[in-house]
């Protein structure tokens, strides 16, 4: 595929472009039959997925009774919430309310927080008391932190001292203030998580938007990444940005690989940006808040801001209601997102095990489309059309520097399999438009993404 056609392809892939195209391909039904196929479906978690999940189902069958239960009365979307970092972004912006799923789609929207599930009566129970009865439910809980997974962090020290803020919030406030008031001259350590995580170019698009930051604001400063892995998604890509806008090295295994493919600029010195990587001893032994200090295999590194993102596993809500594994995660019937422990009950997006898909907004919003499809063709007694995912990660390596991935999934043997072949990322020849487009794209996404899940 051309270039410029597969950016204008990404680029219009994730709109709601697809979500128009998701109805008319589906197809609503008559009115008549929509009646007869009607039942009780409750989701929980409006997150990404279960807003998307509450809206497609409506959409999908408008006789349907949808509850949504969430716990926050306005939702606080995590992707693009790196923003309020560098100040691209307020915090408030982040706030998106669920008053159009209410008006627009006939959602009931319930405020409550979900605490337990009786499967034998299929009834979820709340903490208001309430049982709300379901012939099938959606759960999409999203992600819980595992704050005790370093010695000496905790969710104290997290609020406090060394914010995680990958779920947006308190702690997103915290860092930003903390970044933007550290001396100048100051040590800025990021601790990317394991696998599999929520968003996996995000930790290093965070670190990129700290560096463009610092460059103009706190020239001296240093962006040091630790890392427990080797590699991340869309790491050429992200780093060729580093290499041209900050002054940063590639590793040489990376820079041998790429040079025949683009030239690389050779830089004098270190650079404000450094990824300490696994095989470099980039794993993080243990922190101390009090003297703000990382230590990893390699080294004790000095800090003045440390931002920890910890590793993940499914939400609590999903261990007490019975839905996870011993990996952390939900395992579910691939072609539906059918929880395999637990019936007539569903898991999308961060939570459940999806093998290729990452875990990301993109996904779970496809997930949940696919998943409601199910649903509707299942309470209609219809056979359930084979499905198809995609997932686009648009991410930026500086404000004017976009870079993506993009997927499409399909089931092979009974997996969740990458179908795409090897034009999955930004060419590494992309031109300084097909670049600056890239953000364009990223902005685009972040309004029509927000439109396509809530609006
Ligand atoms: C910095 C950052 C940048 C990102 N950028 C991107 C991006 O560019 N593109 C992309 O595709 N994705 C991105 N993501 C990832 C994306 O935000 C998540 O993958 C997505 O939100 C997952 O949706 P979800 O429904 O699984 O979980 P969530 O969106 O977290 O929703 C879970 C919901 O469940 C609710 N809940 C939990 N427990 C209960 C309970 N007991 N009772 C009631 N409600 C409950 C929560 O309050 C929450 O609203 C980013 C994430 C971060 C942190």
């Not at 472009?17 to 008559?30: E, K, N, P, Q, V």
């Not at 999203?142 to 370093?150: D, K, N, P, Q, R």
């Not at 004017?400 to 590494?428: H, K, M, Q, S």
Request: aromatic share 8%.
């Amino acid at each position: 595929m051309k270039r410029r056609q597969f950016l204008q392809s990404t680029a219009t892939s994730c709109t709601a472009t697809w979500a128009l195209g998701a109805i008319s391909a589906f197809g609503a039904m008559d009115p008549a039959r929509a009646q007869a196929a009607a039942g009780r479906v409750v989701v929980i978690g409006g997150g990404v997925g279960g807003a998307t999940a509450a809206k497609y189902l409506k959409l999908f069958n408008p006789a349907l009774q949808v509850t949504l239960i969430e716990r926050n009365a306005t939702y606080v979307r995590p992707y693009g919430s790196s923003e309020v970092l560098n100040g691209h972004a307020s915090m408030a912006s982040l706030d998106v309310s669920y008053d159009a799923l209410r008006s627009r789609h006939g959602v009931q929207v319930l405020i409550d927080t979900v605490t337990g599930l009786d499967a034998t009566r299929r009834h979820v129970i709340t903490a208001s008391g309430q049982r709300v009865p379901y012939d099938k439910l959606i759960v999409s809980p999203g992600i819980e932190l595992m704050y005790s997974a370093y010695e000496g962090y905790s969710e104290q020290v997290a609020r406090t001292a060394m914010p995680s803020g990958w779920i947006p919030g308190e702690q997103t406030a915290l860092l930003a203030r903390q970044l933007q008031g550290m001396r100048q001259g100051g040590t800025f350590v990021l601790v990317a998580p394991p696998n599999p995580y929520r968003c996996p170019p995000g930790p290093y698009e965070r670190a990129a938007l700290m560096t463009e930051w610092f460059r103009r604001h706190n020239p001296t400063a240093k962006v040091i990444v630790v890392d427990p892995k080797d590699s991340f998604v869309t790491d050429e890509t992200m780093m060729l940005g580093w290499n041209r806008l900050y002054g940063f090295n590639l590793p040489d295994d990376y820079a041998k690989r790429m040079a025949p493919r683009v030239e690389l600029q050779r830089h004098a010195g270190p650079g404000m940006l450094s990824w300490v990587r696994a095989q470099d001893g980039g794993r993080v032994l243990k922190v101390d808040a009090k003297r703000m200090r990382v230590e990893t295999e390699a080294e004790v590194i000095q800090a003045d801001v440390v931002n920890i993102i910890p590793p993940m596993r499914a939400g609590a809500l999903a261990r007490s209601l019975g839905l996870v594994d011993k990996s952390g995660w939900c395992p579910v019937d691939r072609r539906n997102f059918a929880s395999s422990l637990v019936p007539d009950v569903y898991v999308i997006g961060d939570a459940s095990i999806a093998d290729a898909m990452p875990k990301s907004g993109y996904s779970a919003n496809s997930q949940a489309k696919t998943t409601a499809r199910a649903v509707v063709e299942q309470l209609a007694g219809r056979p359930v059309p084979e499905p198809v995912w995609e997932n686009t990660c648009y991410a930026l390596a500086g404000k004017d520097y976009g870079i993506f991935v993009a997927d499409v999934f399909r089931l092979v043997e009974g997996r969740i399999t990458r179908i795409n072949g090897a034009a999955r990322y930004l060419p590494l020849d992309a031109t300084p438009t097909q670049i600056r487009l890239g953000a364009r794209y990223q902005q685009a996404w972040l309004r029509t993404f927000t439109e396509d899940v809530f609006a």
